[in-house]
């Protein structure tokens, strides 16, 4: 019998300061071996670094929010695109909920609760409403389905003909003006941000 236990790891200090560094190392480690898997030694080498406890804590990271999945003991696969820097707070929290839609955590069904605490990192916390946001959302454009009700919590589902990539879909704002003397709608000039889930 395995028993899984969560722990937070926090990045280390040299890992935060270099993060962009490395994930554009894991990117072209994922470009190189045309997405097979690679090993944190790899990444090391390509970042010239002998830091095994800071590279396998960033990997542990990357991977408990989804970003990167260990195909085999010590050998790391990226799921999807190298988060960038000028991703907004929202856009970087849809991608990591994403991420464990699409990886084999929610294979089985996932509860709202379950993706706000897998998706979550030090960096960039989901909470139980924003998960629940971004599900709602999801189910409204049939990307998800509920696959059963429990108790209070609706399990959701994500399809395999739903799963149409890396790239998270977006919830999208817009701002419009409603007159409600006339009842109209103007959406004049049409502005769409990414939702502040």
């Known amino acids: 019998m395995r028993l899984s236990i969560g722990v937070t790891l926090k990045a280390s200090a040299w890992a935060e300061a270099n993060r962009s560094v490395i994930w554009r190392a894991i990117e072209q480690l994922a470009q190189r071996h045309r997405g097979a ?79 706000a605490m897998l998706a979550a990192t030090h960096d960039t916390p989901v909470t139980l409403q924003q998960a629940r946001g971004y599900l709602n959302a ?25 799963n149409t990539g890396p790239l998270a879909p977006r919830v999208m704002a817009t701002q419009f003006v409603v007159d409600p003397n006339g009842l109209s709608v103007s959406a004049a000039p049409i502005v769409a941000r990414e939702a502040a889930l």
């Open 37 to 115: 898997p690679f090993t944190a030694g790899q990444l090391m080498e390509i970042l010239n670094t002998r830091r095994t406890h800071d590279v396998g804590r960033f990997l542990a990271e990357a991977t408990r929010s989804g970003q990167v999945v260990e195909a085999t003991r010590g050998h790391f696969v990226l799921t999807g695109p190298v988060p960038g820097a000028d991703e907004t707070p929202a856009a970087r929290r849809m991608q990591q909920m994403w991420n464990i839609l699409r990886g084999p955590q929610a294979r089985r069904g996932i509860t709202a609760r379950d993706l």
């Open 138 to 162: 999801l189910e409204g454009s049939s990307h998800v389905r509920i696959a059963q009700e429990r108790g209070k919590e609706a399990i959701y589902r994500l399809p395999p003909d739903r």
